[in-house]
């Protein structure tokens, strides 16, 4: 989710909370024509909805600093 990146690294958590929302959002609208039962999933089930955002949310913005730095290398590195 590249556009989460700028919010994230420059924002706080709740400003970044806001953006990634908006963006798995279109990333589950996306993967709609491939994956239809979790694109149901994602709007019909509130409880998966927020597991799925929790969980993507966890993992992109409470990284350890060591895996903060190790995707800032791999960027660097493209």
Do not use: C
């Not at 990146?5 to 024509?33: C, F, Y």
């Not at 709007?43 to 927020?50: G, H, L």
């Not at 913005?61 to 800032?72: D, I, L, M, N, V």
């Amino acid at each position: 989710m590249p556009r989460i990146k700028t919010p994230i690294q420059n924002s706080d958590k709740q400003n970044a909370r806001i953006e990634h929302d908006k963006a798995l959002g279109n990333v589950i609208v996306g993967l709609m024509k491939d994956d239809t039962e979790l694109f149901k999933q994602f709007s019909d089930n509130p409880k998966f909805k927020r597991w799925l955002a929790d969980t993507v949310f966890t993992a992109t913005y409470e990284q350890p600093p060591s895996a903060q730095a190790y995707r800032g290398s791999e960027a660097s590195s493209t």
